[in-house]
């Protein structure tokens, strides 16, 4: 079975902005030496309309943890890439 979901994005994303963070998501501070990638949380509903609904005591919101790495060769033309685990 597949399911489809449409989500209406619009610009006032519950993003926390991003930060300069480490290329190494799990490693210890001193092996890395700098700050090559940006990461933000962004919080998503638990539940979308339709889908199903949040139980009550439930927080509505689940944090999703993002990663990005910025183009360094002709950006204009950069795709994006989506790696997801799980």
């Not at 994303?13 to 991003?18: A, F, R, S, T, V």
């Not at 889908?51 to 009550?56: F, G, L, R, V, W």
């Not at 927080?59 to 990663?67: Q, S, T, Y």
Request: aromatic share 12%; proline share 6%; glycine share 6%.
């Amino acid at each position: 079975m597949t399911a489809s979901v449409a989500v209406k994005f619009t610009s006032s994303w519950n993003l926390n902005g991003w930060y300069p963070c480490s290329k190494y998501t799990f490693s210890d501070e001193s092996s890395s030496a700098g700050h090559d990638a940006q990461c933000a949380v962004y919080k998503a509903p638990l539940c979308y309309s339709g889908i199903c609904e949040t139980p009550d005591g439930v927080n509505p919101n689940v944090d999703i943890f993002v990663k990005r790495f910025r183009a360094t060769i002709t950006p204009e033309k950069a795709s994006n890439v989506w790696l997801l685990q799980g």
